[in-house]
């Protein structure tokens, strides 16, 4: 399995839940990517969290990129030099990436450059809210468990700290999204996480 996030915390808010259920009930391997480490403080939240969520796993690895937050687009070509390196170096099940719709700059490059690098993949693009107000219709939904919810926003709120200044950056926005998600699906705990998938193909061989 393979998770992309432009920044720190990206992959935490668009699918943490989801790893903590994957990696909780199955032990999958992991390759967790950040593109955005060039802020020092940024890149040692990004690696203590992952630790977090793959809770020490041997059967993952954190890979931290050097890239400047909202600057990615200007350096397009190194970034795609970076995914496809990756491509070669990994064949996941799995690829999480951000929505192709989403309104940050960063976001959207590491969208195009995951479908680019990974055309034979299975690829769930996740969410991250903002007060650009770019939420849409995700039609693929993982209920999560009290737990899995629990420990997400638990583990957001205490990783990132250069973020909670910010007006977004809260644990009852972080539980409202995943409220919303678990109406739509009727998720019996009361939470779940949403998924965007644009190509998906079903062997019924």
């Keep these: 399995m393979l998770a992309f996030g432009a920044h720190a915390d990206d992959i935490e808010i668009g699918c943490g839940g989801t790893l903590l259920t994957l990696m909780g009930s199955r032990g999958v391997e992991v390759t967790w ?7 020092e403080e ?11 969520f793959l809770a020490g796993s041997a059967r993952a690895q954190v890979v931290i990129g050097e890239f400047r937050d909202a600057y990615m687009p200007s350096a397009g070509a190194p970034i795609k030099e970076f995914v496809e390196g990756l491509a070669d170096a990994c064949d996941p099940d799995l ?3 951000h929505q192709r719709n989403d309104l940050h ?3 959207r490059l590491i969208c195009e450059l995951t479908w680019n690098a990974f055309r034979d993949h299975l690829i769930l693009e996740y969410e991250v809210p903002k007060w650009d107000g770019d939420m849409g219709a995700p039609g693929l939904f993982v209920p999560l468990s009290a737990a899995a919810a629990r420990t997400k926003v638990e583990l957001l709120m205490a990783h990132f700290g250069s973020q909670r200044s910010k007006d977004w950056f809260s644990a009852e926005l972080f539980e409202g999204l995943m409220r919303i998600r678990a109406m739509e699906c009727r998720a019996p705990d009361g939470a779940a996480e949403a998924f965007y998938s644009r190509k998906l193909t079903l062997d019924l061989n």
């Excluded at 990517?33 to 802020?39: D, K, L, S, T």
């Design 95 to 97: 690829i999480f990436t």
């Design 42 to 52: 940024r890149a040692r939240e990004a690696r203590a969290s992952a630790d977090a």
């Design 33 to 39: 990517v950040v593109f955005g480490g060039a802020e």
């Design 105 to 107: 700059q960063d976001h």
